[in-house]
Every structure is written in structure tokens, then in C-alpha cells.
């Protein structure tokens, strides 16, 4: 027996091919999709209330802190913590009451009545009685060809993950927010000279981190400068920038983008109230979303905070939310 799907932009081959499965469907009380803090911490929030949450880990097991180094501002970890460990950690505290956390990444959703339909990884076909949306956000990027070209040889999205690499080397990082200024004044810590390039003649980031920026002797603000090029042989050797008209040259080792993420919400588009930027929209207050039995948490929520904590905060919320909302069903 196979489901129907309605059209979906993103993944509508996929659906088509999944329309025609024919595969038994598993009964799934609590769907978590998405393994970051939100989705561990609804996952340990939902074991322990009986819910017997299945989680599939996606693209990314574990989430974006999987990608960090040290994180030192998550409670309870005094001496801080790595960000892969502190996902294996919650893993582990989900698994112990009962959690099933699965390889897997959900391929196509119908949302339009409960059961859910979802399908993962374009077979294995699920009915589930709620769904927990903890697909948090992934690291926008410039759109240079030239930034493609040197992905993974200079040009990075996470300079706490590759910074090491270019310890007493020159850098630049793109952006203005306060991740680029952390980015910054992290690799000024490394490295010999970071270049921070701003299209704008200001910074965004908050004061303090400005403040920060701009004491850093290692690091040369550059405003209202854009990236035309990223150039090299094989790897990252310079950058083209462009300050109002006029070319500039840098030489450079590594290339960080630090300009924003893209909340991963395309695949619930069709039937979630999704804000203009891509945010699943809850209500007010909650961890509803405008389909009862549908609740969202952690960055693909959240444009402003986007901390593992409050990532964190919002699973915990998700899944009592979902309790509650299983409760009246009976
Ligand atoms: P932001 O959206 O705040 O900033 C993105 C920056 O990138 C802006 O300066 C923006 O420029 C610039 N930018 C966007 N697109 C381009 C482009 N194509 N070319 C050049 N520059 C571009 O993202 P962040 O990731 O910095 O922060 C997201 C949120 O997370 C914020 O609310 C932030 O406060 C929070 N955060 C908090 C931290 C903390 O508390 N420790 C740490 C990190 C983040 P423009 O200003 O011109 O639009």
C-alpha cells in the first residue's frame, strides 16, 4: 500500500518515486525529525513520558556542534565540553530511557492528516501520531563560483572546526553579525592576520563584540567591502574585493563565511506556516505549529538566540507539548 503525496518543490521526484512504494508502514507514537540539542533533549523529555520517540538523526548526526570545537557556555560542563561529545552525551542520556535514534533522513512528508505520512530515505514508510520538527539551520554561503571551487581547500563555514589549520597564517572572514566578530577575534587567536570584510559601514554584531573586534590588533576591519573572488592554484591564496568600485587584493590562506544559516524547513513548506526568511512559525509561546500535532524547536525556529541551550529549551517544550496534545487524543 503506497501513500499519496501532494507536490513538493524541493523533493517532488523523490515524491513521485515514493508514491509508488509498496513496504510496511511503522507506527510511530512520537516522530523526532532532526538530531541536534533540540531533538535530544525532546527525545530524553519524550522517553521518559512514555512516548517511545523515535528520532532519525539526518544529514548532519548530531547537528551543528558536531562541526565545533569547544563549547564552553552550555550549563553543567564547568570545564567546557566538545561539541561532539556533548552530542554523544545527549544521545546517550536519550537512549537511556528508551529513545530509538536512527540513521536516516526523512525524504518526504504529508502532513494534510493525522497519521502523518512520512517516508525516510525514499523507502521506509511511517505513520506518525505527532511530529517533532528539530531540523535546525545550516551555513549560508557567498554564491561565488570561486567559493565553491575551494570548499574544503581554504574556504570554510566554521572557523572553529578549521582554524587550527591556518594557525600563523592570514585569514579573512566574511560578515558582520556576531558570529563573524566571534569568528574573528577565535582565529586572531591563531592566526597572524585576520581580515574581517563588511559590505556595510557598520558592524551588526552587538556592542560588546564589536568592542572586542575592534581592540584585536591582529584584525583588520574592512567596511563596505564585498568578496568578488576568491583566487588561488589549488588551494586559497587571495581574495578580489571590491571597496566602492576600486579593486582591492588580499593574500590569504583561509576564506571563512560567517554570514548566517538557512533555517532546513523546505521539506514542511507545504503545509507549516514558514516566515519570509524560512523560520517555521510556532505559537506564540509554544512549540505549536499552525498543524495540531506538529511541533517545531531549536533553530529552525529561532532567528534571533540560536544557542545549543536554547535549542535545548525549545525541545524540552516540543515534547511536552506533544504529551500533552497525545494525552487528549485518548
Ligand atoms: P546575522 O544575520 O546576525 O549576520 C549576518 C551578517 O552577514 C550580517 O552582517 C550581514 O550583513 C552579512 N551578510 C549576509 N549576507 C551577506 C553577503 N551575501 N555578503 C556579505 N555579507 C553578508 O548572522 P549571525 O550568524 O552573525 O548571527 C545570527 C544570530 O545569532 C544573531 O541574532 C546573533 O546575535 C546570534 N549569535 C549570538 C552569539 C552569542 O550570543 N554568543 C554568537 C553568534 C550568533 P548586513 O548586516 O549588511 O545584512
Redesign the pocket.
Known sequence: MGFEFKKMESTENKNQKDFNLDADIEKIKCLIIGSGPAGYTAAIYASRANLSPVIYQGLEPGGQLTTTTEVDNFPGYPEGVTGPVMMEDLKAQAERFGADSRWGIVSSVDLSKRPFKVVVDSKKQIEAESIIISTGATA?Y?GLDSEEKYKGAGVSACATCDGFFYKGKNVAV???????A?EATYLAGLCKQVYLI???NY??A?KAMVERVEKTENITVLYEH?TKEITGSNVVEGATLDYKGEEVKIEIDGFFV????TPQSGLFKEWINIDNEGYIQTISGTSKTNIEGVFAAGDVIDK????AITAAGSGCKAAIDTEKFLAEQK
Request: net charge positive.
Open positions: 549560508k557567498l566574511v560578515g558582520g553579525g556576531d558570529t563573524a566571534e563588511i559590505r556595510k558592524m551588526r552587538s564585498t560567517a554570514i548566517g544559516h534571533d538566540y540560536k544557542q
